[in-house]
């Protein structure tokens, strides 16, 4: 999946009870960030907020 900046992102999808613990990662910098989300919320919700914390990731570091 592309982020807002045209980078490729990565989401892995783990479940652990009633949650769901999301890492999106940027192949190109090896950044990742992890969020934790409930089950019953929606994946393009989940991947939406998780690009969006890996975008701020990424802004810091530059």
Do not use: C, H, Y
Request: glycine share 6%; net charge positive; proline share 3%.
């Amino acid at each position: 999946m592309n982020g807002d900046a045209g980078r490729e992102v990565l989401f892995e999808f783990r479940a652990i009870g009633n949650q769901w613990r999301v890492t999106a990662l940027d192949p190109k910098t090896g950044i990742e960030v992890v969020i934790v989300a409930p089950r019953n919320a929606s994946r393009e919700d989940i991947k939406k907020i998780a690009a969006a914390k890996l975008q701020r990731a990424l802004a810091n570091r530059r």
